[in-house]
């Protein structure tokens, strides 16, 4: 028998801390090697760690949320004979990791495993019990919803009550203290640091998208049965490649630490993605380069591995510019956050019928606003204005979306 101790591995990048998210095992567990024993979350990915040996575990190293520096012992096993032995011939160690708490129901929330209090005389409980009704079903026209004899009556004769009331709502008393930890950490400081480094630069456009509207169903007729439907996010995505050649500017991310602003060539379309887990923006790489289809199938794929919590690291970092939508949520304007160190993202908002003014005359037109913030400390208001204009321009008239100028 001998006692193995691991160490929070270097995760790279200059990584010096790591958060322990969640204990895949407990004190006394036995676990065999290479087998899932904890995530922990860096600033940059969330990463599974493995067992390194097989074992009995005998001591775990901060709870879900703390911080653990690298080097530092995290998990210890005990190898060898002693550790296979059956778990009712072992007494296990108190847990170093204290156990998630559930917090109890706060009051007026269903508890299907409590019994509801009636209030009710000892002679119309009687009377319920030899009728076979129960009282918990029966609604009280007395004080406080108390039951009378005349309700029980209503009841048993098979009438309802003509002046029922509806049962009163029980006050809500209590908190619950949510610990926050994991992605919901790291994208709080982001956000954080994000609003209090960056002077937002917020414009909003309307884009009058009924032309786009058809060419979307025209084209999604076309396709094969069971194909994914083309949602806005690709003709987007293409036209904001086709915008981008003249804005170099926005296309960009600010080097603090020398002081610089690195302008790409290439466009990698950060895909702000809605998760179980919090917002996640992975990356459609090489946007200029894919065609209209290549676009809608690798902003699908890099989504549904976000949600489903399967993103590489190099799929959640390396964006150069981000696009976010609230889809059917997506309001009539937002002021979204930019993904730093990015100085520009759109958003885009909910399509909607709409009168306007068309030619001298009302229309009924599908409008959408894109709502837009940027980096004002490298993105001049003229500048980002006359981009989005740009776009606008594209969406209205979605052939220009794909003729090369």
Sequence with gaps: MSRYVFKM????????????????????????????IAEVMTDKAAVE????????????????GDMVAVGAELIAFETGQSAQEPAAARVA????????????PAAGDQDFGATTRV??????????????????????????GRISARDLDAVIAGKSTPAARPALRAAREGTDEIKIIGVRRVIAERMSAAK?????????EEVDVTELEALRQHLN???????????????LVAALVRVLEGFPQCNAVHDAERNVIVRHRAVHVGIATQTPDGLKVPVVRHAEARALADLAAEIRRVSEAARSNKSTREELIGSTITVTSLGRLGGIASTPVINAPEVAIIGVNKAVLRPIVLDGAIAV??????????????????????????????????????IQD
């Design 9 to 36: 591995p270097d995760l790279g990048e200059g990584t010096v801390t790591a958060e322990v998210v969640e204990w895949k095992v407990k004190v006394g567990d036995t676990v065999k090697e290479d087998q899932i």
């Design 49 to 64: 760690i493995p067992a390194p040996v097989s074992g009995r575990v005998v001591s775990l190293t901060g709870a879900p």
């Design 93 to 104: 160690a108190p847990a170093a990791a204290a156990p998630a708490v559930k917090p109890a």
């Design 119 to 144: 209030m009710a005389s000892p002679a119309t409980r009687r009377k319920a019990q030899d009728a076979g009704v129960d009282l918990a079903r029966v609604s009280g026209t007395g004080a406080g």
């Design 196 to 204: 209090r480094n960056i002077p937002h630069f917020a414009y909003v």
């Design 221 to 235: 007729f076309r396709l094969g049965k069971g194909a994914p439907s083309l949602t806005y996010l690709p003709f």
């Design 365 to 402: 037109r599908r409008i959408m606003n894109l709502s837009s913030s940027f980096d004002h400390r490298f993105v001049d208001g003229f500048d980002a204005a006359a981009m989005i204009q740009a776009l606008k321009e594209r969406l209205e008239h979605p052939a220009t979306i794909f």
